[in-house]
């Protein structure tokens, strides 16, 4: 089976032959990949700056924003069939007793560390002809999904993040009033920093959670992404020629800012200006190397305080943000239709990984086309 490897010893990004896996346990479902996204992690992992194959490998198969057609399932699979869509979890626990997340199927809290994630740490990925994989880390989705599907797990970060708002957001008991047609935050306002899949996926679902959403990201208006952002009702202002101080002069109190650029400096600067009760979810992964930035510390921590204000980070995700990912893909596309299928710049073959992966990042989201 064709592959698209990392063999960080040799420093060696490739196409491979890796073999055709079997289903070996009556849980196990073996699917047909037939896309996977490319992402900045994808990107960091071929310029070695972490990654790692699996105990005795000399490779790891890359690829973790997987999307399959089952083809076979184990005989103890009841909730698969074949033929079914699915997309599968990246994350597979750690083996430690003591680990209470991992023991309690929620390995994206995992305490040890010693987790594995698919195309990333330690368990080979996605980009391959055919996997196989536990029902357990298998979500199904809808067929109608299909061109779209590939989205599904980068937008769980979004989701996840969702997920902890709202149950931040219950310290505050006296909710949004309850207006018919309206979603629970439509009296708050949200602010999204960044414009890429990470920054835009996150816009859509608070726009679909009720928020007035705003798109805070680097280039100056009009371009591909500003476009795209305004196509589904959310504002966009570029950091380029608004300050943050403007920005919420502008907007009023900040109750979210949701960050996705995975830089600092801009980050800081936003925190410095959310509003009264405001919860700040950080995304982003700031990468080697990491240089040292002056941020107002002081006076950040005094907003924190005398604001009530929460920053919490957040990675990966477990089945109920992939659950609400499915769900919050499918109001996207009968909301947004061509503004979701436009988040997908490019359509690529397995045979151009490489040069996708070590070339300059270009458009929104590439993927590739496997089978
Ligand atoms: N927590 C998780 O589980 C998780 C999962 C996946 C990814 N991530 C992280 O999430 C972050 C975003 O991912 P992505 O794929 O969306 O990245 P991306 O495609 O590189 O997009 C980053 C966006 O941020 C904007 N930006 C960069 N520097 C800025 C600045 N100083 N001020 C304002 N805007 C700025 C960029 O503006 P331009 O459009 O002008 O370039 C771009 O729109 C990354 O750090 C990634 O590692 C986290
Ligand atoms: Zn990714
Ligand atoms: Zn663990």
């Not at 109190?253 to 949701?258: E, H, K, L, S």
């Not at 992964?285 to 604001?307: A, Q, S």
């Not at 477990?318 to 499915?326: K, N, T, V």
Request: hydrophobic share 40%; with cysteine; net charge negative.
């Amino acid at each position: 089976m064709n592959a698209v490897a990392v063999n960080p010893r040799k420093r060696e990004v490739s196409l491979i032959n890796h073999p055709a896996p079997d289903i070996s346990a009556p849980t196990e479902v073996k699917f047909r990949t037939l896309e996977v996204g490319i992402c900045g992690t994808d990107r960091e992992i071929c310029r070695f700056d972490y990654g790692n194959p699996p105990i005795g490998s000399d490779h790891l198969v890359l690829g973790h924003e997987g999307l399959g057609l089952v083809t076979e399932v184990g005989s103890d699979v009841h909730q698969i069939k074949p033929g079914d869509l699915v997309v599968p979890m990246v994350r597979r626990p750690c083996q430690h007793e003591h680990c209470l997340p991992c023991r309690s199927g929620r390995s994206d809290f995992c305490t040890t560390g010693d987790f594995v994630e698919r195309g990333i740490k330690e368990c080979h990925g996605f980009m391959t002809e055919y996997v196989v994989d536990h029902e357990q880390y298998l979500c199904v989705v809808p067929p109608d999904l299909r061109d779209v599907a590939v989205l599904m797990e980068p937008l769980t970060v979004a989701e996840k993040a969702l997920i902890q708002i709202w149950q931040i957001q219950k310290r505050l008991h006296w909710e949004c009033p309850v207006v018919e047609g309206k979603a629970p935050g439509h009296c708050r306002q949200a602010v999204v920093l960044g414009a890429g899949p990470i920054g835009i996926l996150g816009a859509m679902a608070l726009k679909v959670a009720g928020f007035q959403t705003t798109v805070y990201s680097r280039s100056k208006p009009p371009n591909l992404k500003s476009e795209l952002v305004e196509s589904f009702g959310a504002r966009y202002i570029s950091s380029e020629t608004t300050q943050p101080e403007v920005l919420a002069q502008m907007l009023g109190n900040i109750d979210v800012v949701y960050e996705g650029v995975g830089g600092a400096k801009v980050a800081f600067d936003v925190l410095k200006v959310l509003g009264l009760n405001g919860i700040f979810v950080f995304t982003g992964i700031p990468g080697f190397p990491l240089p040292h930035i002056m941020i107002d510390g002081e006076l950040i921590m005094r907003n924190m305080v005398l604001k009530n204000q929460v920053a919490l980070g957040t990675v990966n995700a477990g089945r109920d943000a992939f659950e609400a990912s499915i769900h919050d893909l499918g109001i996207f596309m009968q909301r947004w239709p061509e503004a979701v299928r436009s988040l997908i710049t490019g359509r690529h073959k397995l045979g151009n990984a490489k040069e996708l992966l070590l070339g300059k990042a270009t458009g929104i989201k590439n993927v590739l086309e496997v089978g």
